[in-house]
């Protein structure tokens, strides 16, 4: 059973910056291509940023230049750096994993105010 478990949310100014960490057990985060994703009020799921078991990582247009993604295989740990936040940053952000299925977390609010 693949279980995936974020923190780091939370409110913070315009310009601030979050770690976001998501702890995966069941399976190792070196093995699936691990991403995260986001959604805001109203709005569809929306992918943030990928990163692939060979450490390749994509990024969606509107965070590229502020988020970072990375993956400490020891702890089982996959994060998304976050800086110059803004407002529409606001979302629940979840971390996804895909190993032949796909598993998601529960979710963590972040929270940008002006």
């Known amino acids: 059973q693949v279980q995936l478990v974020e923190s780091g949310g939370g409110l913070v100014q315009a310009g601030g910056s979050l770690r976001l960490s998501c702890v995966a057990s069941?399976?190792?985060?070196?093995?699936?291509?691990m991403g995260w994703y986001r959604q805001a009020p109203g709005k569809q799921r929306e992918l943030v940023a990928l990163i692939s078991p060979g450490g390749s990582t994509n990024y969606a247009d509107s965070v590229k230049g502020r988020f970072t993604i990375s993956r400490d295989n020891g702890k089982n740990t996959v994060y998304l750096q976050m800086n110059s936040l803004k407002p529409e940053d606001t979302a629940v952000y979840y971390c996804r994993m895909t190993w032949g299925t796909t598993y998601w977390g529960q979710g963590t609010q972040v929270t940008v105010s002006s």
């Open positions: 069941g399976s190792s985060v070196s093995i699936g291509t």
